[in-house]
């Protein structure tokens, strides 16, 4: 293989979705025509999903793309195995805008090399944190996490290292770590990117909490749209426990969901971890105290435990170094929906979301005005244009009555109907609902109705103030963030919007 | 088109009984007979009651909660569509549309929340493939390949 020219192909869903697999194939065809062979690595997504499918040639690592595969004659024809200059040519990944601006901390690792190989994770440093856990005692890895100011980046932002004290302190004869893999909300893909991209780094983060902790037995909860992320992860469990840094002491099983949105909120998931219906348990007890089959249990985001090696490895403080206000570190955040250059930016807290969705993402994808963004998912909030010099900051969030949420930001153009997608709020929070508790239950089929009166134009303003009633009952009433946070994109929208719940939109 | 093998409780026993002895093992004991057989009829929830020594109830509310588990496995391909709120940014209503059009009669569509491929919209899955930047065109040819028994 001495002559074969490197090249790097994402193993990821959205590059396959968009034919990376069929443009891989067509280069080797072409390459084996003309006497070019390949050495294929097969990387995480680096998260530029505006240009997959995307290759990079070569040891210097030219970057090809977005590329179809009528483009790849092309290419052979422009030399790309030897850097050629193609209309489809980004350079070296590492010197491009969109890469440059970002500060990849978590995601650093993300595409340099192969997602499954443990060699090449340890050759970019990886199990650094934990080495340095092991080095350390675990009041000195929470010590680490409280410097570091990390909060949960699931959506609820709590402070991490509280979390995993309460749980270190519980007394118990078996404790366990849980991932919240079952990234549910509309505008999200960090998760799935990480386990995809870097395993090992998730896996890292869960070894270093159960050491902390002192729990024998970890578990992710996977959701069951992510299929690809489940085979990765998989061959990346069995390569940690050949390498024998997992085993007896402790391992970690891969639990599949099966299609229910409310699983990603905390005991809805241990309800189903324990193979029960996914509903909501009443707090407290809290998880940390009695969580899976009642004994104490961390429960993190992916996110945030692939978080924990940087800050172990690196020290709490240079985390806290970066971010804004009581925000500390990075986000990743996912630019989606209507935006010209979306994907993964991990930036640090205190970036405008105008600087995201105009310096990053380009703007609209339909080259229309930008006229809402959501973030924050189904139970975070929409923002009008002019709102959009916000921080990125969760206090500064809250304030405008939204949230980070687990950092997903879904543009719209001037073409979205809010009294329509306040109706979606609502339909969505009715078809996922668990049932348990009555606000959210009733309260969502109600809000579907009302607003179905409202968008037909009946007694507008008395269903209107029906509307807001039944979200005070709704936040107020429920039992957890389904019900209680539904009512925030509903209320912004009607508060940012209001001439499209009075037959305005359009005119 | 998958042809799925008929209910035969004596290889369910042999998917089911594996994950008896792991705690919680129900919902990957539930996957196991689904990916078998293509559901979890009433066989099947009498089985697990059976080894899980549960009431069928209680399988049963487990069964029908999760969206994922079918009672009768599908006689058409499916096709899965995005409808969150990213691809619905992208135009994913007018893409479930003429998905109807197209072949409401011949393939199962179904909506979907969220395939975490939000900024490739639309999205939309087949099996375990996801397919994004989904153009009514791109559609129509998907809608070929599916019905021509790919994937």
């Known amino acids: 293989m001495t002559n074969a020219v490197p090249l790097y192909v994402a193993r990821e869903t959205a590059a396959r979705s968009v034919g990376v697999e069929e443009v891989l194939q067509r280069i080797l065809e072409v390459g084996k025509e003309r006497g070019i062979s390949f050495d294929v690595i097969r990387t995480g997504g680096r998260g530029l999903h505006w240009a997959e499918p995307l290759v990079e040639v070569g040891a210097a690592r030219i970057a090809y793309g977005p590329l179809e595969v009528t483009d790849v004659e092309g290419l052979f024809d422009a030399e790309f195995a030897r850097g050629g200059d193609h209309a489809t040519r980004l350079g070296s990944l590492n010197d491009h805008a969109w890469l440059k601006g970002q500060t990849r901390l978590v995601f650093e690792r993300m595409g340099l090399g192969c997602a499954t190989d443990l060699e090449a994770f340890r050759s970019l440093g990886g199990f650094g944190g934990w080495e340095r856990a092991c080095d350390l005692g675990p009041d000195e890895v929470l010590d680490e996490l409280d410097a570091s100011n990390l909060r949960g980046r699931g959506g609820a932002g709590f402070p991490a290292a509280i979390k995993w004290r309460t749980v270190k302190e519980a007394q118990a004869d078996e404790k366990f770590i849980v991932c919240n893999a079952d990234e549910g909300d509309a505008g999200t893909f960090s998760d799935r990117l990480l386990m995809e991209g870097d395993p090992f780094c998730l896996i890292e983060g869960m070894m270093i909490a159960a050491r902390v902790v002192g729990a024998a037995r970890g578990y992710i909860y996977l959701r069951s749209e992510y299929p690809l992320a489940k085979e990765i992860l998989s061959e990346a469990l069995e390569a940690v426990r050949q390498d024998g840094l997992l085993g007896p002491h402790f391992d970690i099983e891969l639990r599949i969901g099966a299609g229910s949105y409310v699983c990603g909120e905390e005991t809805a998931m241990l309800e189903s971890l324990e193979g029960k219906r996914g509903e909501v348990r009443a707090k407290p007890p809290l998880p940390a105290h009695a969580g899976l089959f009642g004994k104490p249990t961390l429960v993190n985001n992916v996110i945030t435990l692939a978080s924990i090696p940087w800050i172990v490895a690196r020290g709490g403080k240079a985390w806290a170094e970066f971010g804004h206000g009581r925000s500390r570190g990075t986000l990743p955040v996912q630019l989606g929906g209507n935006v010209k250059r979306g994907g993964l930016v991990e930036v640090p807290f205190g970036m405008t979301l105008r600087e995201l969705v105009y310096d990053f993402g380009g703007g609209t994808l339909s080259g229309r005005p930008v006229r809402a963004i959501q973030i924050g998912g189904p139970l975070g909030t929409f923002l009008p244009e002019n709102a959009l010099d916000v921080p990125l900051d969760y206090e500064a969030l809250a304030e405008l009555g939204g949230s980070v949420g687990h950092g997903g930001v879904i543009v719209f153009d001037d073409t979205v109907d809010m009294a329509r997608q306040a109706r979606f709020a609502f339909d969505f929070c009715a078809r996922e609902s668990c049932g348990k508790c009555t606000p959210c239950r009733i309260g969502s089929v109600r809000g579907v109705e009302v607003m179905d009166k409202i968008i037909a134009g009946d007694d507008v303003n008395e269903n209107i103030a029906l509307i807001e009633d039944l979200c005070e009952t709704m936040k107020e009433g429920s039992l957890c963030a389904m019900g209680g946070l539904t009512p925030q994109p509903v209320l912004a929208a009607l508060k940012d919007f209001p001439k499209d719940f009075h037959g305005g939109f359009g005119s | ?145 599916l019905e021509g028994g790919g994937e």
């Open chain 2, 1 to 145: 088109m998958t042809v799925w093998p008929k209910w035969d409780a004596a290889v369910a026993r042999d998917l089911v009984v594996p994950h008896s002895n792991i705690p919680g093992g129900l919902l990957p004991a539930l996957h196991g007979m689904q990916e078998h057989f293509g559901c979890v009829a009433q066989g099947a929830i009498d089985l697990a009651a059976d080894v899980f020594n549960l009431s069928r109830a209680e399988v049963y509310g487990v069964v029908n909660f999760y969206d994922d588990f079918r009672k009768t496995p599908p006689e058409m391909p499916v096709l899965k569509i995005c409808m969150a709120e990213a691809c619905q940014a992208v135009g994913a209503e007018g893409l479930k549309r003429h998905a109807v059009d197209l072949a409401g009669g011949r393939m199962e569509i179904e909506d979907v929340f969220c395939l975490g491929n939000c900024a490739c919209g639309p999205s939309v899955m087949a099996g375990s493939s996801v397919y994004g930047r989904v153009s009514p065109e791109r559609l129509d040819t998907l809608v070929g390949l």
